[in-house]
């Protein structure tokens, strides 16, 4: 059994004497774990750098194995912006959440395509990145939502408002909710910032702020939750460092998903 593929390193743990357990994210093939033989010594290292986009080759004399995984560098993205602490914890939140969610050998390749787009433009353009970047990784977090099946229904009122009006979100059930339809409920819904529903637009620390508070509330409960795990520190470090720069005190607890306005 193997594949060769383009592929982006997720993480890299060392294991034994030299050696590495590696995730890789193909598009064909998805999500594997692999054995990288010398993968912990100071060359193996600099090829399984988190964020790394590589081709990689996985060989198993039987499909179930854990298998072996070599590779060859194609472009070096996490060396770029060693000295850019957004950029680089964009790019650990990215891969973190993508290596913790997304099921083992199931192909996403929209999650893969976009996950190396976003990754080569962050290395690429640093300055992007702390500018625009944010809404963009808040798309790609709804999109990894709706490819686990976790989808938010946004096109529209769940209480029947005005489609033009969209400001909030029920933390139970993901539908959008318009500002006049809110009322005394307003409190227990997530914000919805323009950028989401409006591509064009970028948005502020605080609309970002609040789209990331949005992805992680259904990341947490739903992506991570079924699978018993926490989200990833490194998307909590994103979080915070992006509160810090709205100057906003990240609240203790995401809004109780229990208690909405709608069903």
Do not use: K
């Not at 060769?4 to 357990?21: K, N, Q, R």
């Not at 939140?93 to 913790?100: E, F, M, R, V, W």
């Not at 946004?154 to 029947?160: F, I, R």
């Amino acid at each position: 059994m193997e594949w060769e593929a383009p592929a982006l390193v997720l993480s890299a743990t060392p294991y034994g004497e030299g050696s590495a357990i590696v995730h890789v994210l193909t598009g064909e093939h998805g999500l594997y774990h692999g054995l990288a033989r010398g993968g912990s010594s100071r060359r193996g290292r600099a090829v399984w750098q988190t964020g790394n986009l590589v081709r990689a080759r996985w060989t198993a004399r039987l499909p179930e194995q854990l298998g072996n995984i070599t590779a060859e560098t194609v472009h070096a993205s996490a060396a770029r912006i060693l000295d850019d602490p957004l950029p680089l914890a964009m790019l650990a939140s990215l891969c973190a959440l993508a290596d913790g969610c997304l099921p083992e050998r199931e192909p996403h390749p929209a999650i893969f395509q976009g996950l190396a787009s976003l990754l080569a433009r962050i290395s690429l353009d640093p300055q992007w990145a702390v500018a625009e970047g944010m809404p963009e990784i808040v798309r790609w977090e709804l999109l990894l939502l709706s490819e686990l099946g976790f989808g938010l229904d946004l096109g529209h009122c769940a209480l029947g408002g005005r489609c033009d009006d969209l400001r909030w979100v029920s933390p139970r059930t993901g539908r959008a909710v318009s500002d006049e339809r809110a009322g005394e409920w307003r409190s227990r819904l997530l914000p919805l910032p323009g950028f989401v529903l409006h591509p064009d637009q970028v948005g502020t620390p605080v609309d970002w702020y609040d789209g990331l508070r949005l992805t992680g509330h259904f990341l947490q409960r739903d992506a991570f939750g079924q699978r018993h795990r926490p989200v990833p520190e490194a998307r909590s470090r994103l979080l915070d460092m992006i509160a810090r720069e709205a100057d906003i005190s990240p609240p203790d607890a995401s809004p109780d998903a229990t208690t909405t306005a709608t069903d």
